[in-house]
């Protein structure tokens, strides 16, 4: 029997970017044809044995634009025990997009029939997260009220009923990553609702992203708060948010009040199971999340966060934990997230690379269907 045959033991999804094609507003800000890959091809390692640069094996430098590239992700993925992908969906207000030719693509060719959903990543670019060394702001997100959030409904809508898309209870899934941002996100989630209902489908599963959720308290707290606001269940992503040691903090402290020109180390941090979990895990409603590896200085340089010691191994041991910690779940919202399959320039993704080739696959694979 094929592991495409087996049962799984979780509804695996990981979080898939977009970002791997030229467009003309990258264009303008970073100089013609950048990619996520020009940050990735150019890292170097800022200290001995720091992995860097990181090479892509199998699909090598790809172009999202191009069909066989999907279609050859696709079926790594599904190999390995993935249920479908989550694409990264950018919608700036007024309805202004980024990035979505290659979910486009997918959507009208059907093409690869493999399930996916949509991830709400509404916040503005701005920030070492999308590479700049300052606050400024390449584009906004803005909120301009109900008649944007009615012409953004009816732009997903035909994803919402395409047949590969991913359901809980059988409603298709949306994920909103800042949904506390929004200046009335239950209005917002009450309005989708009922235009989804009018649209023929049962309603929207609604979840919210949230993170640093290690205290119980502040865990439960914040469980109820999602609840309350109408979201159906939320995906805690803490990897690289982790709290360390004492000593850890000790010494960033010292480094950065007394030695600034230390600030070009990145701040390390060891990976372990303690950073992913949280406090809700069990909950039915919580959608908990692995990382596999996280080292952010390809896209901010001489600074940054990166998680020592990452390894198909390690990974494999936090799927195991995290997988028995849901196992209890009905199978319908037994979902367990990847982030991510393919974040490159954070260093956190599980397409081959030449070091590891499909290790990090392989360790899916064997916690999904079993060794």
């Given at each position: ?283 039915v409603n919580v959608i908990p999340s692995v990382t596999p590896n996280w080292d952010h200085t390809p896209r901010t340089g001489r ?48 397409e081959p690379d030449l070091k590891y080739g499909h290790a990090y696959l392989d360790a899916l694979q064997a916690e999904v269907y079993?060794?």
């Open positions: 029997m094929t592991s495409e045959q087996k049962q799984p033991k979780a509804r695996v999804l990981a979080y898939y970017l977009p970002q791997f094609h030229p467009i003309p507003e990258n264009d303008e800000w970073w100089g013609k044809g950048f990619t996520e890959w020009t940050n990735v091809g150019k890292a170097k390692p800022l200290f001995p044995g720091h992995y860097q640069p990181h090479v892509p094996a199998d699909l090598g430098y790809y172009d999202l634009r191009v069909p066989e590239t999907r279609e050859a992700q696709a079926q790594m993925a599904r190999k390995a025990g993935v249920e479908g992908f989550v694409y990264w969906h950018y919608w700036f207000g007024n309805g202004k997009r980024l990035l979505e030719r290659p979910f486009n693509e997918v959507l009208a060719s059907g093409k690869p029939d493999f399930p996916f959903a949509l991830a709400w990543a509404n916040e503005s670019w701005s920030g070492s997260f999308h590479g700049l060394k300052e606050g400024n702001v390449l584009i906004e997100q803005t909120y301009p009220g109900e008649e944007d959030y009615i012409a953004h409904f009816n732009t997903v809508l035909p994803a919402f009923k395409d047949k590969r898309y991913i359901t809980c209870e059988g409603k298709p899934i949306f994920l909103i990553y800042r949904p506390f941002e929004m200046p009335d996100i239950t209005h917002f989630i009450k309005l989708w609702q009922t235009l989804a209902i009018e649209c023929g489908l049962k309603g929207i599963y609604f979840i919210g992203i949230c993170g640093r959720l290690y205290d119980r308290e502040l865990a439960e707290e914040t469980y109820h708060k999602f609840l309350k606001a109408g979201f159906d269940a939320l995906n805690v992503i803490n990897s690289y948010d982790a709290p360390t040691s004492s000593y850890d903090i000790k010494f960033r402290l010292m480094r950065k009040v007394l030695f600034k020109w230390l600030k070009c180390i990145p701040d390390l941090r060891p990976y372990g199971i303690f950073q992913m979990q949280s406090p809700i895990d069990k909950e600074r940054g966060i990166i998680l020592y010691n990452s390894s198909p191994h390690s990974f494999q041991e936090c799927l195991h934990t995290m997988i028995g910690s849901i196992g209890q779940k009905p199978f319908e919202q037994r979902f367990l997230m990847i982030k991510s399959w393919n974040e490159w320039a954070e260093g956190n993704y599980l079993g060794k």
